[in-house]
């Protein structure tokens, strides 16, 4: 089975920045990509960005255009999320999830990790 770990969050300051991080352990055949998702309380879960295994195929949400950068390190089993210029507006639980499709919704996604919080200060 596959299992993914996020760490990174905690409070910034609006403007500041966050690197988020998820490792993977376990079987890694067929997944396609790796994507992060947020979720803040009374919301829908959304897409924020997602990279393939491969690292050739990136998408953002227009929301985190030009600010967020998503990477990954597939030696280390790892998957970046760089936030810059957070907004008070994106404090949510953030989310790692891997898929075999190349989808954006959450319904693209098998595995979950258990999320972490990000809380960003005005």
Do not use: H
Not at 13 to 35: D, H, K, N, P, V
Not at 50 to 57: A, D, H, I, L, N
Not at 101 to 115: K, T
């Amino acid at each position: 089975q596959l299992q993914l770990v996020e760490s990174g969050g905690g409070l910034v300051q609006a403007g500041g920045s966050l690197r988020l991080s998820c490792t993977a352990s376990g079987r890694t055949f067929g997944i396609y990509a790796t994507g992060w998702f947020r979720q803040a309380p009374g919301k829908e879960r959304e897409f924020v960005a997602r990279v393939s295994w491969s690292g050739g195929s990136i998408y953002y949400a227009d929301s985190v255009k030009g600010r967020f950068t998503i990477s990954r390190d597939n030696a280390k089993n790892k998957v970046y999320l760089q936030m810059n210029s957070l907004k008070t507006e994106e404090t949510a639980v953030y989310y790692c999830a891997a898929g075999s499709r190349a989808g954006l919704s959450p319904l693209d996604y098998n595995s979950w990790g258990q999320g972490t919080q990000v809380t960003v200060s005005s």
